[in-house]
T-cell receptor
Framework: NAGVTQTPKFQVLKTGQSMTLQCAQD?????MYWYRQDPGMGLRLIYY???????DKGEVPNGYNVSRLNKREFSLRLESAAPSQTSVYFC??????????????FGEGSRLTVL | RKEVEQDPGPFNVPEGATVAFNCTYS??????FFWYRQDCRKEPKLLMS???SGNEDGRFTAQLNRASQYISLLIRDSKLSDSATYLC????????????FGRGTSLIVHP
């Protein structure tokens, strides 16, 4: 009964280091999303993947790259981490029966600190 | 200006009170609307979808006014366990499905 699994849950990086956040869902969902959440800013979309093989930029894509490895997995990469990327990152997935099918299922979040 | 706007609160209410949250969205092409609940340091979880005809789930009532681009959530008989942040979401429209979240409204229910 895993749902959406994110790893790691916590990470501390130094400025300039790179890392990849992993996300996997076992619900056979088509669409996957990466959000970041900062105090007072709510959730902001970084990248999304409407289906396997496609990815698109969201509201705040700069400094990030993504890979939709297969239907289950959607990873987020920080190539050169900056303190402004200190945040809580949430991965989410959604079944895509119609354009209006809604509910997002979230992972537990990955808390990233960049020093 | 954010596409989905909410009063951040906090709303501080006694147990048993009725509290209403409001939300406006700017993308008139949005097709789907939701309220999510987020507990401290946890992931958001769907509270309820919002339909044009209005919908109710126990103590929770959601309303949508497309003409005014306005969404509301009413919580009756507040419980201590209702303390959380409530996130308004608008999605769809324009050929893609991008759920856009408001900043959230914080609710504190006290004894």
């Amino acid at each position: 009964n895993a749902g959406v699994t994110q790893t790691p849950k916590f990470q501390v990086l130094k400025t300039g280091q790179s890392m990849t956040l992993q996300c996997a869902q076992d619900m056979n969902h088509n669409s996957m999303y990466w959000y970041r959440q900062d105090p007072g800013m709510g959730l902001r979309l970084i990248y999304y993947s409407a289906s396997e093989g496609t990815t698109d930029k969201g509201e705040v894509p700069n400094g990030y790259n993504v890979s939709r490895l297969n239907k289950r997995e959607f990873s987020l990469r920080l190539e050169s981490a900056a303190p402004s990327q200190t945040s809580v990152y949430f991965c989410a997935s959604r079944v895509r029966e119609t354009l209006a099918t809604g509910e997002l299922f979230f992972g537990e979040g990955s808390r990233l600190t960049v020093l | 200006r954010k596409e989905v706007e909410q009063d951040p609160g906090p709303f501080n209410v006694p147990e048993g009170a009725t509290v209403a949250f409001n939300c406006t969205y700017s993308n008139s092409a949005s097709q789907s609307f939701f309220w999510y609940r987020q507990d401290c340091r946890k992931e958001p979880k769907l509270l309820m979808s919002v339909y044009s005809s209005g919908n109710e789930d126990g103590r929770f009532t959601a309303q949508l006014n497309r003409a005014s681009q306005y969404i509301s959530l009413l919580i009756r008989d507040s419980k201590l366990s209702d303390s959380a942040t409530y996130l308004c979401v608008a999605a769809g429209g324009g050929g893609s499905y991008i759920p856009t979240f408001g900043r959230g409204t914080s609710l504190i229910v006290h004894p």
